[in-house]
């Protein structure tokens, strides 16, 4: 969990030194709010999911691997996106109504992103990485990953629905 308490927030700084932030101007209270989500939310969640998985899927063969990606990819990977944008919109302290409409407006195209990437990710994870080791890996991966969701979570969910200029490699269909 340490890990996620440390990796969640450094994205956070990332992403804000994209916008033009620096030391002096870095929105604090958004860092550490992503500490306090990957630390007390993801990194217990996730694992749990690996734990389970590794109970039900035992072993780390090649067929053992690719089970526990398609599952992951179309239950714990769907359910981690919607609970990160509708848990940091509360931590925002938005109306659940807002925090819903941010998890319609950014879910599918965060998730078509993900797709692309994670399933390779989790491949090695589940076939080459020991039991105990995955949960360590996987926060390591996720530092670029975590700098996406946040740079996903700031974009004005209209300029999403807007297919604007902002977001050009999505090629959101909608």
């Given at each position: ?109 965060t998730y078509k992103v ?61």
């Open positions: 969990m340490a890990s996620y308490g440390v990796i969640w927030p450094i994205s956070s700084l990332i992403q804000q030194s994209f916008e033009g932030r620096n030391f002096d101007n870095y929105d604090w209270w958004r860092t550490a709010r992503y500490g306090l989500y990957g630390s007390c939310y993801v990194a217990p969640t996730l694992y749990t999911w690996l734990t389970v998985a590794n109970i039900i899927w035992p072993g780390s063969t090649i067929r053992a691997g690719l089970i526990k990606t398609f599952v992951e990819t179309i239950t714990y990977t769907p359910f981690a996106m919607c609970s990160f944008y509708f848990g940091m919109s509360l931590l925002e302290l938005k109306p659940v109504h807002e925090a819903v409409a941010e998890v319609q407006a950014k879910f599918w195209p993900g797709a692309s990437v994670w399933p390779a990710v989790a491949m090695v994870n589940f076939c080459l990485i020991p039991p105990r080791n995955r949960v360590p890996f996987i926060s390591v991966c996720s530092l670029m990953w975590t700098c996406f969701l946040a740079y996903m979570k700031h974009l004005d969910k209209e300029a999403i629905k807007s297919k604007n200029k902002a977001v050009p490699f999505l090629k959101i269909n909608t």
